[in-house]
């Protein structure tokens, strides 16, 4: 896939990724309980197949707040740079505003992570993020004008789509610790909104043709 | 009708007037809460003089902002306050400048 027909397609090559891996890790561990309710066909299958308990869990607290705090970090980066070469005052106050309410969420988890004691742990899919938010800010630099708001707002929109989907389908899912459960839902609405946001000024922007 | 049932009559609509003038004397604060990226509620209804308060209990900024401009509370930080006084009847629609798509409603009678 061309970089011009997806702004950032590892960044979001990385969330879609995730989603998959861990809906398929889902899906894993549905397949005993789906047993139960097989045809007769299948039931003597039952009596083989190992405890659900047994299977490995397929994330860990530890890494779901290491991937929450590498999210916000790169979309904070994304909004520092908006905030410097953003052409309209809108998407540089939305620059603005994904500095500072990721900055409050960030707070949030880091002020979780001391509670439990817990120390992030980096895993696959926070370096793919930041690797994905790496190469969708070298991108950035090199755009201008009505060129860079266009890149950095579609991409804005895909990503917080992503991760939205990503909480949803993955993060709250597996989540083991309740504070932390309450954290990403906390923190849902932060995402849910910027999104609409994003997509205003998108659409904006498609009128305009800024 | 007998005098004494006029007199009555005056007597029980100057007391309805008064408590009418008692209720619209007290004004009193209302809270619309800032919670999850909403307005809570979308919309209220006060009377003039009355109190609005918006309390943020997320954690991050939000605003007041009336598209009239007959307010603008800038950021309310995380766990804040913002009051405003109702002065002028009307119906005022107004938002967040941070959060665009939280949108609220404030009709004063």
Redesign the interface.
Known sequence: MSPSRLTNPKVLGSLIAISAFFSLAGCKKTETPAADTASPAVAPARDTTPPAAAAAPAINDAQIAHIAVTADAVDSAAGELAKKKGSTKAVK?FGQ?MV??HG??N??AVALVTKLNVTPEDNDTSKQLKAGGDANLAKLETLSGAAFDKAYIDNEVAYHQAVLDAIDKTLIPNAKNAELKGLLE??R??F???L??AK?IQATQSKTGA | MPRHASLAAVASLCLLGAIAACSRAAPRAQTVKIQNFVFVPAELTVARGDTVVWSNTDFVPHSTTARNSAWDSKAIEANGNWRFVARDAGRYDYYCVFHPNMKGTIVVR
Do not use: I, N
């Open positions: 106050s505003t500072t309410d409050g969420v707070k949030q906390k923190v609405p932060a849910a909104a910027h609409e946001h205003s």
